[in-house]
């Protein structure tokens, strides 16, 4: 059974204030590890796809970054905007659908 | 391109009742997904179509239910509406490629009293 954990669960930071968000994964066969953020009262919004290990994504501010066991997700000198919950998931081998975890609420101060 | 657009936003039903939702995917876009999204749980998958087939299910009960048409909109059905079932339900599509992205749309908010 696939199995994503993400850490933090909660992030406070001070605008500017770099940090990483962890996603931690077991899957049988990865075929892509997606980001998404997700704001109140909206559907996830699709960020970067990962598909091997030492694989690097860039958007903005936002790095992404993959490992056999894990991926990291960067942010740098991050601005309220980028106030969200961010969700981690994979697909495995055999089915299309997503496996989640149940992401990090990330709050950046101004 | 619009986005994923699903209907209702909100809803709210009774115990016992059922209930229908609908999603309509990106334009061109033929496998649309499903998903209930709760505080306790996360988002967990309920099933995928491809082509009016159902491709994959999650572990939810029967009583959950949906079909594809053949332009690929997508409807959902709950039976039996339980209290637990109150959730964001949220549809996603993606172009066919095991490799591709899914895209969400912005869910229906089910409140069971």
């Known amino acids: 059974e696939d199995q994503v954990t993400q850490s933090p669960e909660a992030l406070r930071l001070q605008e500017g204030e770099s940090s990483s968000l962890n996603c931690s994964y077991t899957?049988?066969?990865?075929?892509?590890l997606f980001w998404y953020r997700q704001d109140p009262g909206k559907g996830p919004e699709f960020l970067f796809t990962?598909?091997?290990a030492g694989e690097e994504k860039e958007k903005e501010r936002l790095k992404a970054t993959l490992t056999k066991k894990e991926s990291f997700l960067h942010i740098t000198a991050p601005k309220p905007e980028d106030s969200a919950t961010y969700l981690c998931?994979?697909?495995?081998?055999?089915?299309?659908?997503?496996?989640f975890g149940k992401g990090t609420h990330l709050i950046i101060q101004p | 391109k619009a986005g994923v657009t699903q209907t209702p936003r909100y809803l709210i039903k009774t115990r016992g009742q059922q209930v229908t939702l609908s999603c309509s995917p990106i334009?061109?876009?033929?496998?649309v997904s499903w998903y209930q999204q709760t505080p306790g749980q996360g988002l967990q998958f309920l099933f995928e179509y491809f082509s009016e087939t159902q491709r994959n299910k999650g572990n939810f009960p029967g009583r959950f239910s949906g079909r594809q048409f053949s332009n690929s909109r997508s409807e959902m059905n709950v039976s039996t509406l339980e209290l637990g079932d109150s959730a964001l339900y949220l549809c996603?599509?993606?172009?066919?490629?095991?490799?591709?992205?899914?895209?969400f749309g912005d869910g229906t908010r089910l409140s069971i009293l």
């Open positions: 996603a599509s993606k172009e066919e490629g095991s490799n591709q992205p899914q895209h």
């Open positions: 899957v049988s066969g990865l075929r892509g």
């Open positions: 990962l598909y091997s």
């Open positions: 998931a994979v697909r495995g081998g055999g089915a299309d659908g997503l496996t």
């Open positions: 334009s061109g876009h033929r496998s």
